[in-house]
T-cell receptor, first 117, second 116 residues
Framework: GAVVSQHPSWVICKSGTSVKIECRSL??????MFWYRQFPKQSLMLMAT?????????EQGVEKDKFLINHASLTLSTLTVTSAHPEDSSFYIC?????????????FGDGTRLSIL | AQKVTQAQTEISVVEKEDVTLDCVYE???????LFWYKQPPSGELVFLIR??????QNEISGRYSWNFQKSTSSFNFTITASQVVDSAVYFC?????????????FGKGITLSVRP
């Protein structure tokens, strides 16, 4: 149980393109989803926290207009990297948790490798 | 603010050796959770263990064991008789906010290489 699916697994696109990454909870209702970014050989840095039906809460230094997060349903959150540039190339990983048991660990997706040419 | 320090960056051992990965944390909260995650080369994060601040009992799961000591704010992870498949990056993490928006703070990770 508690499976989180992230799509796509990897994407390569040209500079200036907008890229959408989906994070789905397959067998539970994810009232809260988290988006992380990981540069090569570095740790995971939280970008934002999203609650279903409300605006995401962004961490300091993360551009809201650059990284658009939508959490319109209890099973889906999306991260859109708008007008992506090479410096946005990174590993993006989402996690999800249910409101029913907030003390359970977050369940992570398999991540998306984004390469901007 | 909360902080997780993994002072070791890279560890290389030969198969069957025991290895301990260190984790030191800082938090002002009295209620918190500590985690270890494994990230193999494929990138996904694999949950290994969660420990709450009120439970200082050590835990053993197969070849894995964890030593939680509040007095030294440490939560160390030992792999006994390491195997090549243990090669991965290991992250220690802390969550000190309860509630739906509790955030995970990760350490920088330790890259473990197990040589045959």
């Amino acid at each position: 149980g508690a499976v989180v699916s992230q799509h796509p697994s990897w994407v390569i696109c040209k500079s200036g393109t907008s890229v959408k990454i989906e994070c789905r909870s397959l067998d539970f209702q994810a009232t809260t989803m988290f988006w992380y970014r990981q540069f090569p050989k570095q740790s995971l840095m939280l970008m934002a926290t999203s609650n279903e039906g409300s605006k995401a809460t962004y961490e300091q230094g993360v551009e809201k207009d650059k990284f658009l997060i939508n959490h319109a349903s209890l099973t889906l959150s999306t991260l859109t990297v708008t007008s992506a540039h090479p410096e946005d190339s990174s590993f993006y990983i989402c996690s999800a948790r249910t409101q029913l048991n907030v003390f359970q660990p977050q369940h992570f997706g398999d991540g998306t490798r984004l390469s901007i040419l | 603010a909360q902080k997780v320090t993994q002072a070791q960056t890279e560890i290389s051992v030969v198969e069957k050796e025991d290895v301990t990965l260190d984790c030191v944390y800082e938090t002002r909260d009295t209620t918190y959770y500590l985690f270890w995650y494994k990230q193999p080369p494929s990138g996904e994060l694999v949950f290994l263990i969660r420990r709450n601040s009120f439970d200082e009992q050590n835990e053993i799961s197969g070849r894995y064991s964890w030593n939680f000591q509040k007095s030294t704010s440490s939560f160390n992870f030992t792999i006994t008789a390491s195997q090549v498949v243990d090669s991965a990056v290991y992250f220690c993490a802390l969550s000190a906010q309860t509630g739906a928006n509790s955030k995970l703070t990760f350490g920088k990770g330790i890259t473990l290489s197990v040589r045959p």
